[in-house]
């Protein structure tokens, strides 16, 4: 999953197709029932908090126990 976006933006990608919070959450429990961590990759320089927060939180609703989160500088 990577997690782009400007100030005013949050774009989410799962698997190159782009994703809302909501289908986030369904793909994630299912997701979820095969594995219990999730590994979110962000563009550093681009994505506000506020974005990789609500990918988090997503993913701990959906039930993941454990969500890495790496950055990459672009």
């Given at each position: 999953m990577t997690i782009r976006g400007?100030?005013?933006?949050?774009?989410?990608?799962?698997?190159?197709?782009?994703?809302?919070?909501?289908?986030?959450?369904?793909?994630?429990?299912?997701?979820?029932?095969?594995?219990?961590?999730?590994?979110?990759?962000?563009?550093?320089?681009?994505?506000?908090?506020?974005?990789?927060?609500?990918?988090?939180?997503?993913?701990?609703?959906?039930g993941f126990k454990i969500v890495?989160?790496?950055?990459?500088?672009?």
């Amino acid at each position: 999953m990577t997690i782009r976006g400007s100030a005013s933006a949050c774009n989410i990608e799962v698997g190159g197709e782009k994703v809302t919070t909501d289908e986030l959450l369904v793909l994630g429990r299912s997701a979820v029932k095969s594995a219990q961590r999730a590994y979110v990759e962000q563009d550093m320089a681009e994505v506000p908090w506020r974005c990789v927060a609500g990918v988090i939180y997503a993913l701990q609703m959906a039930g993941f126990k454990i969500v890495n989160v790496t950055g990459r500088e672009r």
